[in-house]
Structure formats: structure tokens, C-alpha cells
């Protein structure tokens, strides 16, 4: 769970960890904990740099006997349908902890980061980008030498959807970016059939946030024939009706119907996502790009028609 708090200069926004992490020693004593986690994203030559900031606030503030912490090891995976998707282990920052005691501290922030290369920062992208982002960390605080040693604890941190994007936009990585629909006016006989069209595309950008391509693209299949089943006359007829609108240069229009024609007839040619049972053809198992193809070529013909 996650809670804003006020935005900074470094990354994000500070995100209050519910359930903070213990920083204790091997004999049992709890002398902090990191009750705060913020994010940043620098690019480099090769990718980009992962940098993780730690608020460790001091529980033996006071304290002559408190140790003092030299850093923390942080090790971050990315929590996905009860699986941990390791991210790596974050290396100290140079200026990211000076030797602090905590007895004098009230609160120690500890910088640690991750170099991503490009292709490997893709595939992050693509396979968080849908839904808040839940990390798992583990952290371990090394303390003097002289000092017992630190214990490893773990905790999980959500980052929102709408920070963690943020986040991916400094890496230079294009935007999803779906495409604007124009409406009939509402005192058009076809504004409640594009209305409902339109529904079924908001329907798809839904299943796609939820990896569920297939659906996606069904939804993308019902707008079509929710527009299609609104016009009158025969199915040929149907859509040199929709294109009725276009005026100017004729070959505008042939234009265009020749565009809309060639979607119609492809969707007839292809097989139905379902699969069918008379055949034994299975249902289809399409990818990400595939339903992202549907919902922009959908999208874009609805809005022009």
C-alpha cells in the first residue's frame, strides 16, 4: 500500500511504505526502519540508470550506543502474479550514504542504483506498464566494522500506475498512445450505434491494460459490426453509406471506400478469435502488438467514418 506525499526534485513521488522495513542486527535489535521509497530514471549511454532512495528513520534516536549505519544493500524484483521477476541488486551511490549514527540521526537517507541496458529496459517497460507496479526489496544495512553485522528484512512497495510511467517516459521510450475518436452529433440517427462503437474501443483499451489480448481484440471486432448493424440496406451497400458524408475531389471517396473495404474484407478472410468447435480450430493466443494493431486500426476507421 502506498500513500502520496509531497512531490520533490528526485523522482516520483515519496511513497510512504505501510509496513515498513526493519533494519536490525544479527542479535535481534531493531535500531530503524524505512518507512519511505522514492524512484528515479537517468539515462546513459547505454540505458539508463535505476536509482532507488531509502528513508531510514532512527528508532534509538539518542542513543550513545545506537551503531552506525555505512549503507544499505537493496535487491529489487518486481512482484507479478505471485512471482518474483528479479530486477537485480543495486549498487551504493558514492554520495548516497556517508557513515551515519543513527542515536543522532532521526532520519538517514540511503541512494543505491541499477544500470539497465536499452533492451533489457524494453522489456521492463512493456511488461509493467499496465497496472500499478508492485516491488519486493529486500535491504540489508551494513553498519561498522567493529559493530554487529545488519540482518536482511523484506517488504513490498506499489508504485502508481500513473508514477511508475512517468518514471519509463525519462528513458526516451515512445508513449502508448491510443487514438482520438470523433463522435456523430447527438441529434445524428447514428450517434447511439458510434456511442455504443466507441464503448466497445474503451472496452479493449480496458482488456489491454489487463494483458488480455484476445479480448481486446474482440472488443474491437463488436464495435465494427455494432456500426455496420446500424446502417440499413444490404451489407455492400452499408458502407458507401457511412462514406455518403464525404464531399469534394470524388477520388477522395474512393479513396476512403477502397481503405474501409480492404478492413471489412480482411476481418471476413480471417478466423474468428473464438476458434470453432465444428472444425477442432482452437481459439487465437494473440500477442501484445497484435491487439494494439486492432485497437488502432479499429479506432482510427470508426472515428473517420
Not at 521477476?85 to 549498487?91: A, D, E, I, N, T
Not at 559493530?147 to 523484506?154: L, Q
Not at 470523433?182 to 441529434?187: F, L
Request: charged share 25%; glycine share 8%.
Amino acid at each position: 500500500m502506498w500513500e502520496r506525499q509531497g512531490k520533490d526534485s528526485f523522482g516520483v513521488h515519496m511513497i510512504q511504505i505501510e509496513r515498513p522495513i526493519a533494519v536490525s542486527d544479527v542479535h535481534g535489535r531493531t535500531w530503524g526502519e524505512v518507512n519511505k521509497f522514492d524512484l528515479d530514471l537517468q539515462p546513459t549511454l547505454f540505458g539508463s540508470r535505476l536509482i532507488c532512495r531509502l528513508q531510514i528513520s532512527s528508532s534509538c534516536y539518542g542513543s550513545q550506543t545506537a551503531p552506525t549505519l555505512r549503507g544499505m544493500e537493496v535487491e529489487a524484483s518486481i512482484f507479478r502474479d505471485n512471482n518474483h521477476l528479479l530486477l537485480g541488486k543495486l549498487v551504493p551511490s558514492i554520495c548516497g550514504l556517508p557513515a551515519s549514527p543513527l542515536g543522532k540521526l532521526r532520519t538517514v537517507t540511503a541512494e543505491n542504483y541499477l544500470s539497465i541496458a536499452k533492451s533489457d529496459l524494453l522489456l521492463l517497460a512493456e511488461g509493467s506498464w499496465g497496472k500499478d507496479v508492485s516491488l519486493a526489496l529486500r535491504v540489508c544495512p551494513h553498519f561498522l566494522e567493529a559493530e554487529p553485522a545488519g540482518v536482511e528484512s523484506t517488504g513490498f512497495v506499489k508504485v502508481p500506475r500513473s508514477d511508475w510511467l512517468s518514471l519509463m517516459g525519462k528513458s526516451g521510450l515512445a508513449r502508448f498512445e491510443f487514438v482520438v475518436i470523433r463522435t456523430p452529433v447527438s441529434t445524428s440517427h447514428l450517434y447511439l450505434p458510434f456511442s455504443a462503437a466507441i464503448d466497445k474501443i474503451r472496452e479493449a483499451e480496458t482488456e489491454y491494460s489487463k494483458g488480455n489480448w484476445n479480448s481486446a481484440a474482440g472488443a474491437c471486432r463488436d464495435a465494427w459490426n455494432t456500426v455496420l448493424s446500424a446502417v440499413p440496406g444490404k451489407k455492400e451497400e452499408r458502407i458507401e453509406t457511412l462514406l455518403g458524408h464525404l464531399n469534394g475531389d470524388p477520388r477522395r471517396k474512393k479513396f476512403a471506400a477502397a481503405l474501409t473495404r480492404g478492413l471489412h474484407d480482411i476481418l471476413n478472410a480471417a478466423k474468428h478469435l473464438e476458434g470453432d468447435q465444428k472444425d477442432g480450430t482452437p481459439p487465437a493466443d494473440l500477442k501484445p502488438e497484435d491487439a494494439l494493431l486492432c485497437i488502432h486500426w479499429y479506432a482510427a476507421i470508426i472515428g473517420y467514418l
